[in-house]
């Protein structure tokens, strides 16, 4: 079903116009009658609707917004390749009930290949990870697990390497990290639109939420903004500092993109640093944790607790899930109560082990220390999560409701 492009006024109008019969209209009396009988109908609601309030994009499959999100990290390979029927296996049979599926991947990459002619085939990154997106939609809809599209936005190799002039340069060449990855530029609206296009055909094939990964600078870009060649576009000469105009520009596309996203009846969703909302904004990166989570229907912040160095008092971190988790959610609950309206939180747990932190300094995880990170979740009064691991093995007897 394609969505009704009419705002509220058209609908009325045409509502009017075919209750006249064609003899009626033809006549001074039936225009004058007509006209009447349109601004009864206007005056049935005395604030007109926009089309997107009144009317959505309907993809034809259903799927229910569950309890409480519990959900895994599904990789494009994962949801095209044999591996998929497990992974549908181990949430019907638990209490997982979702699954955040590669769209746009980490190198910048569509998962499916899109039709042929259509607007996302003209961008020319498909890639056959997928079959048949909207089998797999439809097998989930049976199985009712809600569906969440990953979409990572800056971090596009793909797309800086044709698009020089979106991306960072440094000198004639496009700048990468140290992982050999490039990004786009947050500041660029073409960039903007390049991957909302994405999230609107993720929610035309009957995904329900759309996850926006790597919504940021990259790491550690404060030291090198002064050094690399790129466009502030519209941000240029705007009266910020450097961090407010990187903060600025990661939260407009926030915006921006649940705005062209109204249609569509999806969540949006977004991943952020955990340590964000442990300050006032991350200064390189430009990610404000309350500015974000102001324009989203969810917040997912990364928590792992691999990913901290001697946090909260706590000095290994990766040995002491529970406590991690739990000093974390003290500190989002209180920044989450100070927005008017807060988004749903919904935090990306560890289920992997970090040995690459070195002897002493992790432990491996299993059952109990995933149901850890879950219990303190669930023991601060935050209900949802996502578990990640990047080769989607996931420990084994889990009560993901403990």
Not at 187 to 208: C, R, S, T
Not at 232 to 250: C, F, I, L, M, P
Not at 285 to 313: L, R
Not at 324 to 342: Q, T
């Amino acid at each position: 079903m394609k969505l009704l492009k009419w705002s509220a006024a058209s609908i009325l109008l045409a509502t009017a116009m075919a209750a006249a019969s064609p003899v009626e209209a033809a006549t001074e009396e039936a225009a004058e009658d007509f006209t009447t009988r349109t601004y009864k109908a206007v005056e049935l609601d005395s604030q007109l609707l926009s089309a997107s309030q009144l009317y959505k994009y309907d993809s034809g499959l259903t799927f229910e917004y569950p309890d409480a999100v519990r959900g895994i990290f599904v990789t494009a390979h994962s949801a095209g390749g044999s591996r998929f029927d497990s992974l549908v296996n181990l949430v019907d049979t638990t209490d997982l009930n979702a699954m955040v599926i590669d769209v746009k991947e980490d190198y910048g990459y569509l998962t499916f290949e899109p039709e042929e002619g259509s607007e996302l085939a003209s961008l020319d990154i498909g890639q056959p990870y997928i079959n048949d997106p909207r089998a797999m939609l439809e097998h989930m809809e049976e199985k009712q697990i809600y569906p969440i599209a990953r979409v990572v936005v800056f971090k596009d190799t793909v797309l800086a390497e044709k698009k020089p002039e979106w991306s960072f340069t440094n000198g004639s060449t496009v700048w990468k990290n140290n992982r050999g990855e490039a990004f786009v530029n947050p500041f660029m609206k073409e960039v903007w639109d390049y991957n909302v296009q994405i999230a609107i055909e993720a929610a035309k094939l009957g995904f329900k939420e759309v996850q926006f990964d790597y919504v940021r600078f990259p790491e550690g870009f404060e030291h090198r903004a002064d050094t690399l060649n790129y466009s502030k576009g519209e941000y240029e000469g705007n009266g910020q500092d450097d961090t407010q105009s990187r903060v600025s520009a990661v939260t407009d596309f926030v915006a921006y993109a649940k705005e062209q996203l109204e249609p569509y009846d999806v969540e949006v969703s977004v991943d952020i640093f955990g340590y964000s909302a442990t300050l006032p904004e991350a200064p390189g990166i430009g990610q404000n944790f309350s500015k974000i989570s102001e324009n989203v229907d969810v917040i997912s912040s990364m928590i792992y607790p691999s990913h901290w160095t001697s946090y909260f008092g706590i000095a290994k971190p990766d040995l002491e899930p529970y406590n991690l988790v739990a000093e974390y959610s003290k500190v989002e609950n209180a920044k989450l109560a100070e927005l008017e309206n807060p988004p749903v939180s919904r935090p990306w747990l560890q289920d992997f082990t970090a040995s690459y932190l070195g002897a002493g300094n992790y432990k491996v995880y299993g059952k109990a220390e995933v149901e850890a990170q879950i219990k303190a979740l669930n023991d601060h009064g935050i209900e949802e999560f996502l578990l990640w691991n990047a080769g989607n093995s996931y420990s084994k007897g889990v009560d993901y409701t403990p």
